[in-house]
């Protein structure tokens, strides 16, 4: 078994993030982490994938409002959701004429987004590079479950899918945070086939990429202020933690997981947590990239995880394949490594 | 409005390539440009799905098998399809332990994947990247239109999706043909709204990408041996060169289009012709990369053209954004522009 992480040598800089939530989210715990709650669930659209689409060009424009930046700035943007064919993405950006790549990776996809816009600034095949991703409770629930109106029960294994989205630019100007690695994910697929359990799914994919960047960069736990999950929520977050303790590593001290940040699992009912793309793109663009570039954190690893089923396979009897990119971010720029990627053997 | 070009100055290489197809493809004009035709829609598994998944794996390991390389031998894989949250791809890639990038360009991805593979080894990111997309008729079918069952008529400006994945290995090594440069294109959104004419819905992002790219590039249309486009078939190109004309530029003689390449229109009943992400890539792969290594093309612009709609969404009364990325593709590998990237305003 083979990985693969790549290292930005110029330390690409996320020089502006911004996150939209909903109702639910502001109630939550994490509140002020958001730049705008919309307690709409349409936010004055028609429909719910239409208030998606909103949502996210709302934290687009926000993200470059806080950056001072123009729509015309950027030279690529990265982006895509769990909607089918990232409809809420590519509805919510089409009219801001910015060269885009679609990409998916269900709620890993912040991840995948800052990767790629931080190789195409390190690289030099940009200027500026925007990462966004999105996800909205309702029409998440119709799409994957049931509607809405249907009022099925959930089982306590269930996430709650964030009405929220990520948005954050990154650039070669100089103020942290800095991206300075990141471990592309492989697939993993351990047979759990519970839709409405996917932190279990996700788990053994988030497990298999931390390890990978460790053993890629020979960097220890220990110098990271957090070792952060996507999504995994309550039930995922065990199952990792159990299975770096069979490696002899307590990752429990370190870890934190933005599906058991999102919401107060004693005032709300999301069962095991919070998931979704907007979940993890939320929480690195409010929490922790604003406590990065203040120096409360000096580094975290940022593995949003993402499970890859869709409901027509999953009623197939199919099981849940899962994936993991890692991003290692930093307040500090650091000195640049001589290679540009590491491959070690397993 | 700007684009983005960006220049691959170590001219990565297109090292080995494949395309698999099924029994249409097999009997069309192009069936030599397939590795393996397999007349089963299962692909022998027990759904369309999981034929389509099949279909994909066995056209990365052809890619593979072709070019004499090992699973381990590849450090990144780029991958998306039309179905829904890709399960297309993922589920075919899943036992492959490959690291992994899922994108979304609808029938545009392969063009997405090139630009990201040769990008990833351009920048020394990768040694060996693959790119690999599909598509699958009775599978798109019943997701995007009716259940086949249902037996639908349809309109004279449908398109008939390929059953046919491509996939494709960059590298560094030195061996034609060379990815030179490439356009990253915008969403463009003209108000069409007929799910049934896709062709006139991608049209104005192929002409918008290509443009582009003559405009960043400051190449002349005359240099390549042919500009084609995914899959617009007989309304969408003519409405391409249509706009071309209005510019003063006969598109005609260059322009060749993968969607009316596939099949006979008149031995089968492809309406307006052939459609489907599979569609471009097996072009690519099996007609267009062939002929690029022999050097009887010297030059081509690849501009594979994604319709971004879903079906929720355009029964909400919603148009269709379009995209359109732009690859050259030389069989020679030319000399390093001095620069990595060009956005000029238009």
């Given at each position: 078994?083979?990985?693969?992480?790549?290292?930005?040598?110029?330390?690409?800089?996320?020089?502006?993030?911004?996150?939209?939530?909903?109702?639910?989210?502001?109630?939550?715990?994490?509140?002020?982490?958001?730049?705008k709650i919309n307690e709409d669930p349409f936010f004055s659209c028609e429909t719910f994938e239409q208030g998606e689409s909103?949502?996210?060009?709302?934290?687009?424009?926000?993200?470059?409002?806080?950056?001072?930046?123009?729509?015309?700035?950027?030279?690529?943007?990265?982006?895509?959701?769990?909607?089918?064919?990232?409809?809420?993405?590519?509805?919510?950006?089409?009219?801001?004429?910015?060269?885009?790549?679609?990409?998916?990776?269900?709620?890993?996809?912040?991840?995948?987004g800052v990767l790629l816009a931080s190789l195409f600034i390190d690289g030099g095949y940009a200027k500026r590079?925007?990462?966004?991703?999105?996800?909205?409770?309702?029409?998440?629930e119709r799409q994957y479950r049931f509607p809405l109106n249907y009022?099925?029960?959930?089982?306590?294994?269930?996430?709650?899918?964030?009405?929220?989205?990520?948005?954050l630019v990154v650039s070669a100007e100089r103020l942290p945070p800095y991206v300075r690695?990141?471990?592309?994910?492989?697939?993993?697929?351990?047979?759990?086939?519970?839709?409405?359990?996917?932190?279990?799914a996700m788990a053994p994919a988030a497990y298999t990429s931390i390890k990978q960047f460790f053993e890629d960069t020979e960097l220890k736990p220990?110098?990271?202020?957090?070792?952060?999950?996507?999504?995994?929520?309550?039930?995922?977050s065990r199952v990792l933690c159990e299975l770096f303790s069979r490696d002899g590593i307590d990752l429990t001290t370190l870890h934190r997981d933005c599906g058991?940040?999102?919401?107060?699992?004693?005032?709300?009912?999301?069962?095991?947590?919070?998931?979704?793309?907007?979940?993890a793109a939320s929480m690195l663009c409010g929490y922790f990239i604003p406590r990065l570039r203040s120096g409360e954190f000096r580094n975290i690893l940022f593995a949003a995880t993402g499970a890859l089923l869709n409901p027509t396979v999953s009623a197939q009897g199919?099981?849940?394949?899962?994936?993991?990119?890692?991003?290692?971010?930093?307040?500090?720029?650091?000195?640049?490594?001589?290679?540009?990627f590491s491959r070690k053997e397993r």
């Open positions: 078994m083979k990985g693969c992480t790549v290292f930005f040598g110029t330390s690409p800089a996320i020089i502006s993030s911004a996150s939209v939530g909903g109702k639910m989210e502001g109630d939550g715990p994490m509140s002020a982490c958001f730049d909103k949502l996210l060009k709302e934290t687009v424009l926000k993200a470059l409002e806080k950056g001072s930046l123009a729509t015309g700035s950027i030279d690529v943007m990265f982006g895509g959701d769990l909607l089918d064919q990232c409809v809420g993405t590519t509805y919510g950006v089409r009219e801001l004429d910015i060269p885009f790549l679609g990409i998916y990776g269900a709620c890993s996809t912040v991840t995948e590079a925007l990462a966004v991703t999105s996800s909205h409770f309702c029409a998440a009022g099925g029960q959930r089982t306590p294994t269930s996430q709650y899918t964030a009405t929220a989205a990520g948005a690695a990141a471990t592309v994910g492989r697939i993993v697929d351990m047979g759990v086939k519970d839709a409405a359990n996917m932190g279990a220990e110098m990271f202020d957090a070792i952060v999950t996507g999504d995994l929520g309550k039930v995922g058991t940040m999102l919401y107060s699992f004693e005032e709300q009912d999301v069962h095991a947590g919070g998931s979704g793309a907007g979940c199919e099981s849940i394949p899962a994936i993991s990119h890692a991003v290692w971010i930093s307040s500090d720029p650091g000195t640049a490594p001589d290679i540009r």
